[in-house]
């Protein structure tokens, strides 16, 4: 591995501190309901009594349950590379599955264990209309016509059936090579935006969508920055002479064998990061213009787009003039 930018390691113990904080958070949510309900057992008499409406309770959840096994089916699918899921044919199979969720909550069919008919409930109406209106606004994308906004869930707009002119969100033209991007930067003299990013990555999909669509951040993307997308959990494995074993400054040694662990450890001991997206601006030169950052809205954003292009503007006028 190299370090063209400097940096600092990532140590293990960090990741460890993350780790544990994450687990303990997820193990507290699941425990807290049977917590409560153990210290106050008053509660569950306050709990609505069982019937007709449990099962269809259960047959909404059954519908959501197979919409999300569909997108972590689908984050597989981007990781691996298995060109299967694409935007086009998981929007439709989202389509399918709220449509007969909605057509089940009007009565048009029932299952088995369906108790006897009863006339529709105005909360049971009420989500059956929420499902048609959600299948009509996901069928407005199906075939990539509007930018859906839909936080962050579908596969990216390049990552289509359609032919595109290149794989980079928003058609923005981008590269997915580190050297590769310097290099066009350093011939057009242009800042770079280095997005470190994922196919699995929810927030990373939502900066795109709600972020950089905006048409007052889009075109300093496109226009004034060279965008290098590095994606940290491509599994898709390097040329054999590409690949490399790295060892830390603390000592381990880190097989380096697929695209996506070459740019994570990149982004590790160069930025002291594993979190994604994370964006840093960067002169042709390598030099950092601005502190970096993750997750965030559109004003602070196109702010921090700016502020790189002002540090970069005044950093070429100052290199102009020590050269005259």
Not at 2 to 13: A, F, I, N, S, W
Not at 178 to 196: H, Q, R, T, W
Request: overall charge negative.
């Amino acid at each position: 591995m190299y370090r063209p930018l400097g940096g600092t390691v990532l140590e293990e113990g960090d990741v460890a501190v993350n780790l544990t904080a994450g687990m303990t958070g997820f193990g507290v949510a699941l425990a807290l309901p049977f917590a409560l309900f153990a210290l106050f057992p008053a509660w569950l008499n306050s709990l609505p009594k069982s019937g007709g409406w449990m099962t269809t309770v259960k047959v909404v959840l059954g519908f959501l349950e197979l919409a999300l096994a569909f997108k972590f089916l689908s984050n597989a699918d981007l990781v691996g590379g298995w060109d299967i899921l694409k935007r086009e044919i998981f929007i439709g199979i989202w389509i399918l599955l709220f449509v007969l969720l909605a057509l089940y909550l009007f009565g048009v069919f029932r299952f088995p264990h369906d108790g006897p008919k009863q006339k529709l409930s105005v909360p049971r109406k009420g989500v059956g209309f929420l499902s048609v209106a959600f299948a009509l606004y996901l069928s407005l994308g199906l075939f990539n016509t509007i930018n859906l906004k839909l936080f962050g869930f579908l596969p990216p707009d390049f990552y289509t059936v359609a032919v595109k002119e290149n794989d980079c969100p928003l058609g923005i033209n981008c590269f997915k090579d580190f050297e590769k991007g310097v290099a066009f930067a350093k011939k057009e003299n242009k800042p770079i935006l280095l997005d470190f990013t994922g196919w699995a990555c929810v927030n990373c999909r939502k900066m795109e969508e709600n972020v950089w669509s905006e048409p007052d951040i889009f075109p300093i993307i496109n226009e004034d920055y060279v965008l290098i997308s590095l994606y940290v959990d491509d599994r898709k494995e390097l040329p054999e002479e590409e690949q490399f074993n790295f060892q830390f400054d603390s000592g381990r040694v880190k097989s380096i064998e697929t695209i996506g662990q070459k740019w994570g450890t990149f982004q590790t001991i160069n930025f002291n990061a594993a979190s994604q997206p994370y964006y840093v601006l960067l002169s042709p030169d390598l030099e950092v213009l601005n502190s970096a950052v993750q997750y965030t809205d559109a004003a602070e954003y196109k702010n921090w787009l700016e502020k790189g292009l002002q540090q970069f503007k005044t950093s070429e006028e100052a290199r102009i003039a020590k050269a005259q």
